[in-house]
């Protein structure tokens, strides 16, 4: 079963995805108006069969939650949520631990902490 993991954020929206249990992390999409169409091509493309979002704690997991139940209507696959503590500061441990080009870090941490979140889940 093909795995589709976002770490949903205001500015971007990390992804990751698990084929044959194999994580991969993808590009980070912005959060903006064509952000719906992005996510339908990825999970065309990697027919996706299934999606878990990272959700936080305090007044960010209200707009997840409406983010989630948005996502379900459009798309119409079985989405959940997954608990995402410190998968950031996870990401940031790893990204750095393996030399990550630090210019890139902001367009690359967000599908990390999305690559977190999907380890949590499949593993």
Do not use: C
């Amino acid at each position: 079963m093909n795995v589709l993991a976002i770490d949903y954020g205001t500015k971007r929206i990390g992804l990751a995805i698990a084929i044959n249990g194999i994580i991969e992390t993808l590009p980070a999409l912005k959060n903006n108006p064509s952000l719906f169409s992005g996510l339908k091509k990825i999970i065309a493309d990697h027919q996706v069969e299934k999606i878990y979002v990272g959700l936080s704690e305090g007044r960010f997991a209200q707009k997840t939650k409406v983010f989630v139940e948005e996502l379900s209507s459009v798309l119409q696959l079985n989405v959940e949520t997954v608990e995402e503590a410190v998968s950031t500061i996870e990401a940031d441990g790893i990204y750095l631990n393996n030399k990550g080009n630090k210019k890139k870090y902001q367009q690359k941490i967000d599908s990390v902490a999305a690559a977190v979140i999907l380890r949590r889940v499949i593993s």
